[in-house]
């Protein structure tokens, strides 16, 4: 469609203007097929999804998740008839920035970003928000701009709550559902804690969800965080990065636990990766190599395949599923709803205030995998496949 190149073109209208968006799209669509005068004065309501392209910005490659949420997103939205630009960053800034600019400047309709650093594409949003194209935050909220017409994503402090509770019931204090067990230890058991990114806004929920959840057992002293290390700054993970995360538990076990020849009952760990990197410095220093074995238990996020097959050889204790799947058809959802000029449905309208506004949302719900579910959970919902989990071999998802 030529309609990319008219000059003085614009796109959809963002949210105060969506109603009029779908008779912008018309117009413009009208425009490029040299229809008849009602589409041209926009009268034959939304234009033709294939006439709309949206612009697709993930943050990196290196994790599964995002692989998967950009493939379902792609192809959700190819499925509704829609062009799609995708483009991953490779988790760096200036990457992401660039690639969202170009969008724009090629024309983009919509735009769908799950951000790097959440507040760090304020003059992308400010130019989104100029061409009255529709931002959609997806997982992330995108922070201090207003140019964010809808967020996506799971109820993040949930996910924290849901990390906590596993990692009391593998310490025996809880049920599965994290109701106190009758003749539980009494502790002292010592544990570690790590949070993810701090400059992505989930690492925040997550980290206030699994402490408001702790706390209680860390004030009765049945929970010991040995190195003192409490503070959310102080336990964060840069970029979520697995080595940066290997790196710091094997500090703490040499400054806290006698080099491994201490108990270390447990860690808290907000993403498959960080567990991964947590399990190798652990299991280097001669703890486990599993939980049968006396592997602390280590708690998850994302239900990568690599650590999917970890719980299921009974090393890593659990992980959080959140069905990418499930994220991306709603984000499809928000895409149509805002491409004919509604109201995407939102079913949080308080919780997610990004500095500027609070931006309405969609929140799915997560579960949690231990190795006793992940047939029901994961295999038979045909998220991975037996061989995969058996192999651990990554397709994608
Ligand atoms: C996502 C998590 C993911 C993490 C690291 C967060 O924003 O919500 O699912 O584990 O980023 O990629």
């Not at 709550?161 to 809880?174: D, S």
């Not at 109701?179 to 993810?196: S, Y």
């Not at 805002?338 to 308080?350: C, F, R, V």
Request: overall charge negative; some cysteine.
């Amino acid at each position: 469609m030529n309609h990319r190149h008219t000059p003085g073109r614009r796109a959809i209208g963002a949210a105060a203007v969506l109603a009029a968006g779908a008779l912008a799209l018309a117009g413009c669509a009208g425009e490029g097929a040299g229809s008849s005068s009602s589409a041209a004065s926009g009268q034959s309501g939304a234009a033709a999804s294939s006439d709309i392209t949206v612009g697709v910005a993930m943050p990196t490659q290196t994790s599964e998740r995002w692989i998967a949420d950009g493939n379902a997103v792609k192809e959700g939205l190819e499925a509704a008839g829609y062009k799609v630009d995708l483009q991953y960053a490779n988790d760096d800034i200036p990457t992401q920035t660039q690639q969202i600019d170009q969008m724009i400047t090629n024309g983009a309709d919509i735009l769908v970003i799950a951000s790097i650093d959440g507040t760090a594409l304020s003059s992308q949003l400010d130019a989104a928000g100029a061409a009255n194209i529709p931002v959609v935050s997806y997982d992330r909220l995108i922070r201090d701009n207003e140019n964010v017409d809808f967020y996506v994503s799971f109820d993040n402090y949930k996910v924290g709550v849901a990390q906590a509770t596993a990692l009391l019931y593998g310490l025996g204090l809880t049920d599965q559902d994290g109701k106190e067990l009758d003749g539980r230890p009494t502790g002292p058991l010592n544990i570690e804690l790590f949070a993810g990114s701090p400059d992505d806004n989930n690492a925040g929920f997550f980290f206030d969800g699994a402490m408001d959840t702790l706390k209680p057992y860390i004030d009765d002293g049945t929970l010991v965080v040995k190195s003192g290390q409490t503070a959310f700054d102080t336990v964060a993970t840069l970029r979520w990065s697995q080595e940066a995360a290997q790196k710091r538990m094997e500090d703490l076990l040499t400054s806290t636990y006698g080099g491994g020849s201490e108990d270390l009952a447990g860690v808290l760990s907000p993403f498959d990766g960080i567990s991964r990197g947590v399990i190798t410095a652990l299991q280097g220093a001669g703890y486990g190599p599993t939980l049968k074995e006396g592997l602390p238990v280590v708690t998850g996020q994302d239900a990568e395949i690599a650590s999917v097959k970890l719980i299921n050889d009974g090393v890593q204790q659990s992980t959080i599923f959140k069905d990418t799947r499930t994220l991306a058809t709603q984000a499809v959802e928000v895409v149509k709803a805002i491409a004919s000029g509604q109201e995407p449905e939102a079913n949080d309208t308080t919780t997610y205030d990004n500095g500027v506004k609070v931006v309405p949302s969609y929140l799915l719900e997560v579960e949690t995998i231990y190795a006793d579910n992940i047939q029901q959970k994961i295999i038979d919902s045909g998220y991975y496949t037996e061989d995969e989990v058996k192999a651990g071999v990554a397709e994608g998802k």
